[in-house]
DNA sequence: TTAAATACTGCAAGATTTTGCCGTATTTTG
DNA sequence: CAAAATACGGCAAAATCTTGCAGTATTTAA
């Protein structure tokens, strides 16, 4: 593997997840640490990079979310937004709903990827902002404190003036029969007007929250084309899936 | 997990809680509380934040922005945003522009104040989020990479939807003959929305912008209703606008 | 084409940093 | 004032960094 690939790497990993642990990097790379290092220590003179005790972080952006909350299962949630990359296509709009997920499907937008990007989300508005290549156009609107998206009438008509390509749509809870529910009423609002603004929805779902079931009806399964869960696709958990839409591990 | 991360985490928290607890970051992060305790001993040496028995706290004024731009002048707009507060009353609705004073002004607003904030800025919603007793309203919007706060039809839109009883704007330049100017014609029309969309238009300015010009106009002086600035009132400088309105220290 | 020069990579030894823990001061609180 | 919480300094283990060196690959030049 030439060196310049190599940094190529090492630049777009820390472009997706904002900062890398040498280890890391070496193992997935086959090489020895030392020459990671070297190559960490070229890319910081070069100002590409910060080299810090360990590893790199990512130049002038917090490595957090804005709101600070922690965030659970996130292995889970990082792969599970690998595969929802797939989806996303040069030149696409798309639609990002609230929740960790997407917060984490948003950081690890790549750098190059040219994107409008509709959100509602204040934590993911300030992910994409740092993403020259992506314009972000928020969706206004009251702010609910907990969830950090905003809400209301004002939120769903402008989500009514819009068509995207694809939604993300972060769910709570995913039931083979019941469809998607949710547990706050005011955010099934959102999340209906979310599915009527675009052509293809994606449900992102960790496995913990298939076949779970909150309050509020948002809507049936059918309403759904793709369902991204890091479960393997024989898991018997997706079983009365099987007949409805394409699921991907 | 990285020292750089932690210390970024240690500075998002007390960015938005203007105070943390040793303890509870400890607790958070997993690491003992020593790690922090050394942590925060080199912050308070880089002068990012202030240490206290048991945790640390926000310097007096302002640094958490998302993007980690630069703030400068900070004690001037810190001063100015103390007097801005003074003319908040309760239970009243706000509209806040963008700018590093107003972020300021948002962040010294007190958590009993009740009060309903309109802004288009993303650091400004992302700090009054801290507040529960402010509602925040974002107006929607396409997202300006480097002013962060969104601009274009849409926002504009909704503001002509509003009508607030103070309307704090961030000001770039104002001279006692050509009125208000600003740099950015998309910046321009979303500050004419808010002016029109305001019973009470306050400007709050530091001395370096007064008597400065720049490319387009957004109103004249006479759309102002109070001028803030951190100079002494009877500063040379203020004699041009002597005869048009409230000027505070 | 061949030989020399140069660049790249892995290894190892010793220096440095980080981190948790412990005992002892110091501060806070009732 | 006394108990509890917090701060501080030193210590040791583990991780990481630095540096020099040697073997291999790549480029340059004759």
């Not at 869960?229 to 394409?246: G, Q, Y």
Request: aromatic share 4%.
């Amino acid at each position: 593997m030439l060196k310049e690939e190599r940094q190529q790497f090492i630049l777009n990993e820390v472009g997706i997840h904002n900062r890398i642990l040498l280890t890391d990097i070496a193992d997935q790379l086959n090489v020895s640490v030392d020459t990671i290092r070297r190559d960490i220590k070229e890319l910081h003179a070069a100002k590409q990079l910060k080299k810090v005790h360990g590893g790199a972080v990512s130049l002038g952006f917090n490595n957090y979310n804005p709101t600070g909350k922690k965030i659970y299962s996130l292995e889970k949630k990082s792969r599970i937004a690998e595969k929802a990359l797939e989806l996303i296509k040069d030149g696409q709009v798309i639609l990002l709903s609230g929740g960790t997920t997407n917060l984490e499907l948003a950081r690890m937008l790549p750098p190059k990827l040219k994107l409008t990007c509709f959100t509602p989300s204040l934590p993911i508005a300030v992910q994409l902002l740092g993403k020259n290549n992506i314009e972000v156009i928020f969706i206004g609107g009251r702010l609910s404190k907990d969830s950090q998206i905003t809400v209301g009438g004002s939120a769903i008509n402008m989500l009514s003036e819009i068509k995207v390509d694809i939604c993300f749509l972060g769910t709570n809870s995913i039931h083979p029969m019941e469809g998607l529910t949710e547990f706050d009423w005011e955010i099934v609002q959102m999340k209906k007007a979310m599915i009527h603004s675009s052509r293809k929805v994606v449900s992102p779902c960790i496995s913990e929250k298939i076949g779970s079931l909150q309050r509020y009806k948002i809507c049936g399964v059918e309403e759904v084309d793709v369902l991204i869960t890091e479960l393997e696709p024989w898991d018997v958990k997706l079983d009365a899936f099987k007949n409805l839409n394409i699921q991907i591990l």
